[in-house]
């Protein structure tokens, strides 16, 4: 697990050598017209979608650390050959692998932090990869400035050369012994279970249980089982899995799509699950509840990024420069912010965490709109500053919680392509809220907030409702599970409906 977050880290620092430069870094790299090196991004982008959804595809076909690794490969390629890039075409093809590979980065490194975590320490290493990405991308920042000055034109050069290194390095540090799996990638099942099958453990019933034990570290190591599809006859046993814990316990049920009869229960999820591939996921009705809502805050994470900068100039009337600072500020807090944080929640089910997080990103949204009221000077500064903290701590509660529900929510059989659709959330909110955002505040600027602090809103109060048809160890992950540990299982485990 150690060599995953060095690389991670040394992946964040390289990143951040150029994120904050993109479009001048690559203009003083290629030598290209500015209005070239913006459209052919733009293009790029807008290509570098379509890797989303195929990554999802390719880590439940492989493996998430096959693909993370990949993911590393070409962009450390594309960022070598970007000094010689030397027209449009060359850009386009260029920037878009590099796109391509940072949006298959982000599924295939949340699958990948699932199956090397289970339980409560899947939340802790969310929480600790946020943080080490935050203090990496600040540094990378530091550097870049630091190496422009130094070198000038020929800085932007170095900076492409150590991001490219600093790629392969990742994908070295992912290659190491050291980062086996807990479970197989797609079973699920623990290293070991694969090669030693076991006699199927009796039902507490007597009955011997009709569906295989699937998947492993879902949620906490858990998996969820189902009647084989096409099963027929009106109430037939549900299924479940036998628990590894002392005086047995109850099982997950699931009820197999496509079943005739009158069984009462619930859906599950068996071995082919990836035959259906995204329509199965689509037609999840819980997981894609959680989407919908995990789109609303990821509108508000862009906030800071996206929206305030033109709040603040345009509509408050406060100096560019001061944006650097909240955001220096926001950055340093959720560096230093997210592990206290993350210990406070580890009592409390992710959904209600989420829930909590939406609460507070409202109360940022009202602290924003009211500070147009406050009249100009060190007052409204004040009001700004104390909005962004807020906006922070919003950001704090929602981070690892978020990551760690999607995952435990996830079949292990197609994890990639669950957290793909989970991942696109930002690509949407990438693309809708520059011109959103921007309409807002030109046609009215509380219109902004109040359409946020409601989607807002109307996420948390869906979040509540979902705690109870998302799969029940998803939802509250035993707090003392460490990553490579097996938590014990509650005797009573709630389906997972669609």
């Not at 989407?291 to 509108?299: C, D, G, H, P, Y």
Request: charge should be positive.
């Amino acid at each position: 697990m150690r060599p995953f977050l060095v690389g991670m880290f040394v992946d964040a620092l390289g990143n951040g050598l150029y994120v904050p430069l993109t479009l001048l870094f690559i203009q003083q790299v290629t030598g290209l017209p500015p209005a070239t090196v913006g459209l052919g991004v733009t293009v790029a982008a807008g290509l570098g979608l379509a890797a989303n959804p195929v990554a999802g595809v390719l880590i439940d076909r492989f493996d998430a650390r096959t693909v993370l690794v990949g993911t590393y490969v070409i962009r450390a390629l594309g960022f070598a050959v970007y000094p010689l890039v030397d027209g449009f075409g060359p850009l386009i093809a260029i920037a878009a692998v590099i796109a391509a590979g940072d949006r298959a980065y982000y599924p295939a490194s949340s699958s990948y932090v699932a199956v090397i975590s289970e339980g409560g320490g899947r939340d802790r290493l969310y929480a600790t990869q946020a943080t080490a990405r935050n203090v990496a991308f600040g540094l990378g920042g530091l550097l870049s400035a630091s190496a422009v000055s130094l070198a000038g034109q020929t800085g932007f050069t170095v900076i492409a050369l150590l991001n490219a290194a600093s790629f392969a390095l990742a994908a070295t540090c992912l290659l190491l012994p050291a980062n086996r799996p807990l479970s197989s990638p797609r079973t699920g099942k623990r290293r070991g279970e694969e090669t030693h099958p076991t006699r199927p453990k009796e039902h507490p019933t007597g009955e011997t249980p009709d569906a295989r034990r699937l998947e492993g570290p879902v949620g906490g190591g858990a998996s969820d089982v189902g009647r084989p599809e096409g099963s027929v006859g009106g109430g037939a046993s549900d299924v479940g899995r036998a628990e590894g814990s002392v005086g047995g316990g109850a099982s997950d049920v699931g009820r197999a799509e496509g079943s005739v009869g009158g069984g009462a229960s619930s859906a599950g999820r068996v071995e082919g699950a990836s035959k259906g591939g995204y329509r199965r996921v689509l037609r999840d009705g819980p997981f894609m509840g959680l989407v919908v809502a995990e789109q609303a805050f990821t509108l508000a994470h862009l906030i800071l990024s996206v929206g305030l900068p033109l709040y603040a100039v345009s509509v408050l009337e406060l100096p560019p420069a001061l944006l650097g600072v909240l955001y220096t500020v926001n950055t340093l807090l959720v560096a230093a912010g997210q592990m206290p944080v993350r210990h406070v929640q580890r009592h409390a089910r992710r959904t209600h965490a989420m829930a909590l997080a939406g609460g507070v990103f409202v109360v940022a949204c009202g602290l924003y709109a009211v500070t147009a009221a406050v009249p100009a000077g060190l007052a409204r500064v004040v009001v700004l500053v104390a909005a962004t903290l807020v906006f922070t701590l919003a950001e704090l509660l929602h981070t690892a919680p978020a990551a760690a529900l999607a995952a435990g929510a996830a079949p292990a059989a197609m994890r990639g392509r669950y957290l793909a659709i989970h991942q696109m959330t930002w690509a949407v909110g990438q693309v809708v809220a520059p011109a959103g955002f921007s309409a807002l505040v030109v046609l009215s600027p509380p219109l902004l907030w109040a359409a946020l602090g409601t989607l807002l809103a109307l996420a948390a109060a869906g979040l509540l409702r979902l705690a109870a048809r998302l799969p029940a160890e998803a939802v509250s992950a035993p707090a003392g599970t460490r990553g490579g540990q097996r938590p014990r299982r509650n005797a009573r485990s709630a389906p997972h409906e669609s």
